[in-house]
């Protein structure tokens, strides 16, 4: 089945520096790549997501890139902010109908003022 | 804020007793999870239900039940817990959209689950 890797489980930033997650997984037909945001107290939130079909994604501040060949895709994160930092997930799935996401292991991301 | 309300948002119980997770959502989505979330492991999938119907169930214990009585509600009952099912359980909904393609995944706060 899918397998899906996170780096860096830790990532500290200063405020305004950009912030690079990455990701890679196994299963060459997963075709749908969120990211999710999981602030102290809640639940993760989706952020970002790309189809296999792009090769980036951008939206504000926040960007996502993914590399079919090499199975591996990247969350950008420009000029950050305090309200930042918090857990990121990736996950990858495929198919249709109801949502069968394999995440990650989590990336906690530190800004600094 | 979401649109998935679970209840309650913590919990703590003995190994022999029995309790009950709620989630409700509010989007008007088909299809309900659970996700067990635990320190330093990826989130797991448990249930899926769509359309009311569990379309699966991922080698979960007996001892964690899941109900699903409609659209809108899900439940996970619980009995006999060890403690190393303490955890964060989370809820989820989707729209399943069927050959058509697969839409976001909308995530409650979670019970947090203490098993003393």
């Known amino acids: 089945g899918e397998n899906v890797e996170q780096h860096p489980s830790t990532l500290s930033v200063q405020e305004g520096d950009s912030a690079v997650i990455k990701c890679t997984y196994s299963d060459s037909a997963s075709n749908y790549f969120p990211w999710y945001k999981q602030e102290l107290g809640k639940g993760p939130q989706l952020i970002i997501d790309i189809r296999s079909n792009v090769g980036e994604k951008k939206d504000q501040r926040i960007a996502v890139t993914l590399n079919k060949t090499a199975k591996h895709f990247s969350l950008h994160i420009t000029e950050t902010q305090p309200e930042d930092s918090a857990v990121y997930f990736c996950?990858?799935?495929?198919?249709?109908?109801?949502?069968?996401?394999?995440f990650g292991t989590g990336t906690r991301l530190l800004v600094s003022p | 804020e979401t649109g998935v309300t679970q209840t309650p948002r913590h919990l703590v119980m003995g190994m022999t007793n029995k309790k009950s997770l709620k989630c409700e959502q509010h989007l008007g989505h088909n299809a309900m999870y659970w996700y067990k979330q635990s320190a330093k492991k990826p989130l797991e999938l448990m249930f899926v239900y769509s359309l009311e119907e569990r379309v699966e169930n991922n080698s979960v214990p007996s001892r964690f039940s899941p109900e699903c009585p409609n659209s809108s509600h899900l439940f996970l009952h619980l009995h006999t817990l060890q403690p190393e099912d303490s955890a964060l359980y989370l809820c989820a909904s989707s729209q399943d959209s069927g050959d058509r393609g697969r839409e976001k995944l909308f995530f409650g706060s979670g019970t947090q689950l203490s098993v003393l």
């Open positions: 996950a990858a799935s495929k198919g249709s109908g109801f949502q069968k996401l394999v």
